[in-house]
């Protein structure tokens, strides 16, 4: 790993599309990443114009395709903005010349924001969640969902007491979907997959940055796409949540960002961090490998 040992957990300062072009190829796990939205952070990052948007994003994205392995997966955090009363469409133009360049648009998750304050528009009601869109460079790449299973829940109780007979075969869909269940198949069962709508509070570590999101956020997606030794960049890395959350779950990180205020604060923060990790392992030396990451899972979940 010495081709990128000086960009290794570091948060360096530029823009990510120069920065990026001093890293070899094929040299990044994971990307995770909440660029500027459309005519957002115009007071810390200038803005940029919805029209202009796909224009700015994809020199970037070239490099981002150029970094990640061909296993990797690029996790892109992005909303549409509204501009004169509808919604604009950077963002569906923005997957299509993504595809255009190479990228396989594999999937689509939503971040639910379950406490989002109430608000009245008089022709919309308040967004509540945000996109994270799934890129990858090729159909088949890395992917852990054990690590990012759930609880089963208590429907489980009542609903597997008592069994039908279609229960327990594949009961095919009644509308010829072509889709069915075999309901049997979770008894006994703890856990299961999730969906891929996430239920996130926003409470996050904010310290006047114009725009984050909580730590539990990247956490999830370094879990299911990365194994610990792993590198995880965010090229817009802003008070350094990514950075925090990979290296908390035993991941190597790079970070950058093109504001000078927020370069600072984030490598203040992960100094804190690797401070407490630093304590932690020398006041427990004899931690076994599955102690260490139940950890670091206990601490991205305190810190959420």
């Known amino acids: 790993m010495g081709y990128e040992m000086d960009y290794?957990?570091?948060?360096?300062?530029?823009?990510c599309e120069e920065v990026l072009k001093d890293l070899p190829d094929n040299c990044v796990d994971l990307i995770f990443t909440s660029p500027p939205y459309a005519d957002q952070r115009q007071k810390t990052y200038g803005g940029v114009p919805p029209d202009r948007y796909v224009?700015?994003?994809?020199?970037?994205?070239?490099?981002?395709?150029?970094?990640?392995k061909p296993t990797g997966t690029f996790i892109l955090n992005i909303k549409e903005k509204v501009v004169d009363g509808e919604r604009h469409t950077y963002v569906i133009n923005l997957i299509l010349e993504m595809r255009k360049q190479g990228w396989r648009w594999t999937e689509e998750f939503i971040w639910?924001?379950?406490?989002?304050?109430?608000?009245k528009w008089p022709n919309r009601f308040r967004d509540n969640w945000e996109r994270?869109?799934?890129?990858?460079?090729?159909?088949t790449f890395k992917m852990y969902q054990e690590a990012v299973m759930v609880p089963v829940g208590d429907w489980s109780k009542e609903r597997l007491a008592k069994l039908s007979e279609t229960d327990r075969v594949r009961d095919e869909s009644k509308v010829g979907s072509g889709f069915g269940k075999n309901v049997s198949n979770w008894l006994g069962r703890q856990m299961v997959y999730p969906t891929n709508v996430l239920h996130m509070a926003t409470e996050c570590y904010n310290r006047n940055h114009s725009a984050t999101f909580p730590i539990a956020l990247p956490t999830w997606f370094i879990k299911l796409?990365?194994?610990?030794?792993?590198?995880?960049?965010?090229?817009?890395?802003?008070?350094?949540?990514?950075?925090v959350a990979a290296a908390r779950l035993g991941r190597y990180y790079?970070?950058?960002?093109?504001n000078e205020q927020y370069v600072q604060l984030a490598r203040e923060r992960l100094s804190s961090v690797q401070m407490q990790l630093l304590t932690l392992a020398e006041s427990r030396p004899s931690y076994s490998a599955d102690e260490r990451q139940d950890a670091q899972d206990e601490g991205a979940h305190e810190t959420s």
Do not use: C
């Not at 639910?112 to 608000?119: A, F, L, Q, T």
């Not at 790079?254 to 093109?258: F, H, K, L």
């Open 225 to 243: 796409f990365t194994d610990i030794g792993d590198v995880v960049l965010d090229p817009f890395v802003g008070s350094g949540t990514t950075a």
């Open 254 to 258: 790079i970070g950058i960002d093109i």
């Open 55 to 68: 224009e700015w994003f994809m020199p970037k994205a070239a490099q981002f395709w150029r970094v990640l």
């Open 132 to 139: 994270l869109i799934q890129f990858n460079k090729q159909r």
């Open 112 to 119: 639910h924001k379950k406490n989002s304050y109430p608000g």
């Open 8 to 15: 290794l957990n570091r948060i360096l300062l530029g823009d």
